[in-house]
């Protein structure tokens, strides 16, 4: 590997001021790709430049310069059986000599077929029919279409918008973006662009589930379905809602009979404890999406899950009954063998074990931070650590996390930590140091 030593060029483009030891020993690749590649989330001209990294492993990210972070996020919540499992990577090599990938259009392949038959049987309920797309943007995007084109093909009119909620996150696309947290989903920047839905406050107490009931009595001729992240609101703040919610939410969709969907991209796959969240609840929506977790974190996949009530409305001799959509690559052979490969792993391997015991690992060894200035919250649900501050300087403490050997990404004013759920109890103890020890010396 040929690294750059001390003749670093440091051009303007990477709009990095200091340049730290360590960087200069960033591999070529790093800085001639940094003129290039636009990264997620990041404004490019001030933010810190992303770490090199060259290999993962277990619940580590190796860096280019060969140092290893014990890794707090798992990739935005996805490798919830560390990195590079052999199970599923042997499963994905497989899977690459036969067939990489043929398209759902008019055929069907085993990976597909398994995996769908094999989620139908894990879920609760009749939710027993599977739409593949391959992230949960879309797969959200999906969802709203079957919800819509559900009372189109039923005969009803006119129920074209969503009830979602304050502090939910459904995606990055268009479609989902209005459904977000108005906030975070920037509705105002780009009003005229986003269709209108309804954003309501989660039906938590009296006052809001009268609110809640109001509003779905009032619009209910113009509501397609109610939108939800069980139990966690991930990325719009680790916030958190009881069972109770769920249950209220399924009550007043009977209600006013519109169809409730429940947005398992993040939740899904053992992350609250169960293996799905609705399960918590004994809550069945009627329409549930899948990603994050799906493929064990190492491909692209997502699914869209209906029940056989929505499913039926599509079942018809008309073929503008037919649900339109299919993404190119949707159900793609390799995805869908690492998701089998993982479900594998859940069902041979203790994860919702594991899972509960990082969950009393978290809850003890973060409640020190409760008496940290600055701290506002910490709370803990599943494989889910929350410290929330009432500020937050994010490029300062990120480089502290990477100074104490972890990899962590806090956001908004929230620290987090979604590890995978195979992390050894030394790794997730050293994330929990590293935490207090960069809050106390803020
Ligand atoms: C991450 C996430 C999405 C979007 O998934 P992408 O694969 O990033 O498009 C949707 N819903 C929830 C709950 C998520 O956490």
Not at 12 to 17: K, M
Not at 366 to 371: E, I, M, N, T, Y
Not at 400 to 408: D, I, M, P, S, W
Request: hydrophobic share 45%; aromatic share 8%; net charge negative.
């Amino acid at each position: 590997m040929s690294r750059r030593t001390a003749t670093l060029r440091r051009p303007h483009w990477t709009g990095l001021a200091a340049v730290t030891e360590r960087e200069q020993s960033a591999p070529d690749w790093h800085a001639d790709g940094l003129a290039h590649v636009w990264l997620p989330y990041a404004q490019m001209k001030t933010a810190p430049a992303p770490l090199p990294v060259a290999a993962t492993r277990g619940s580590r990210i190796v860096l280019a310069d060969g140092r290893e972070l014990v890794d707090g996020v798992a990739s935005w919540w996805t490798a919830c059986h560390g990195y590079n499992h052999p199970h599923i990577t042997s499963a994905v090599a497989r899977q690459l000599a036969t067939m990489p990938h043929v398209m759902l259009g008019g055929l069907l392949h085993e990976p597909a077929a398994l995996l769908a038959t094999r989620l139908a049987a894990l879920l609760p309920g009749d939710l027993d029919r599977v739409f593949f797309t391959d992230s949960g943007s879309v797969a959200v995007e999906v969802a709203m279409k079957m919800a819509v084109q559900y009372w189109i093909n039923t005969g009803v009119c006119g129920r074209k918008r969503f009830v979602a909620f304050r502090g939910g996150y459904h995606g990055d696309t268009t479609g989902t973006m209005a459904v977000c947290d108005p906030n975070e989903g920037m509705h105002r920047l780009f009003h005229g662009l986003l269709p209108e839905q309804i954003i309501a406050d989660l039906p938590r107490d009296e006052e809001t589930v009268a609110a809640l009931d109001r509003l779905l009595a009032e619009r209910a001729d113009e509501i397609a379905g109610i939108l939800v992240e069980p139990l966690v609101q991930g990325a719009g703040g680790m916030l958190f809602h009881d069972a109770a919610v769920l249950q209220r939410l399924r009550a007043l969709a009977d209600k006013h009979g519109t169809l409730l969907i429940f947005d398992e991209v993040f939740t899904g796959f053992g992350r609250t404890g169960t293996m799905f969240a609705c399960e918590q609840a004994g809550v069945v929506p009627d329409i549930l999406t899948l990603s994050k977790a799906l493929t064990g974190g190492t491909m692209p996949l997502a699914a869209t899950v209906a029940s056989k009530r929505v499913f039926e409305a599509f079942w018809s001799d008309d073929p503008m009954h037919a649900l339109m959509h299919g993404p190119t690559f949707m159900g793609n052979p390799l995805a869908c063998a690492a998701a089998n490969a993982s479900l594998d792993l859940f069902a041979r391997e203790p994860r919702l074990a594991q899972v509960a015991a990082i969950e009393a690992q978290l809850t003890e060894q973060l409640a020190p931070c409760r008496d940290l200035p600055g701290v506002v919250d910490v709370r803990v649900r599943g494989a889910i650590g929350a410290v929330e501050l009432d500020a937050i300087d994010i490029p300062a403490l990120k480089a502290h996390f990477v100074e104490a050997g972890v990899y962590v990404r806090p956001f908004g004013r929230i620290v987090y930590l979604t590890p995978a759920f195979t992390i050894g109890e030394a790794d997730l103890a050293r994330l929990t140091g590293a935490i207090f020890r960069v809050l106390s010396s803020r």
